[in-house]
Nanobody, 119 residues
């Protein structure tokens, strides 16, 4: 079992920045691929970004490229999502998730953190 706890959400004006963190405990976090997802009101949950176990490979959904950066610190069991140039359409609940097999199947999820971007 892996427990994931997100933090860092809040209210920010458009154009601003936020840094989300996900703290992991339990099984060896350092061997898991990790991802950030988000779900806006009335919409389906979508993938934001992923990072492999070593941090050497990342992936971003098109609308986040160039604005968001995912990173991890395996020594601290954390994964971070730096969000810059935020837009109102980035408003959503952001979730951290763990992919133990590295096959894009996320078995463990955090409770989510709210990000609200005002105009």
């Amino acid at each position: 079992q892996v427990q994931l706890v997100e933090s860092g959400g809040g209210l920010v004006q458009a154009g601003g920045s936020l840094r989300l963190s996900c703290a992991a405990s339990g099984r060896p976090f350092s061997r898991y691929a990790m991802g950030w997802f988000r779900q806006a009101p009335g919409k389906e949950r979508i993938l934001v970004a992923t990072i492999n176990w070593s941090g050497g490979r990342t992936y971003y959904s098109n609308s986040m490229k160039g604005r968001f950066t995912i990173s991890r610190d395996n020594a601290k069991n954390t994964v971070t999502l730096q969000m810059n140039s935020l837009k109102t359409e980035d408003t959503a609940v952001y979730y951290c998730a763990a992919d133990p097999q590295g096959n894009n199947e996320y078995d463990y999820w955090g409770q989510g953190t709210q990000v609200t971007v005002s105009s």
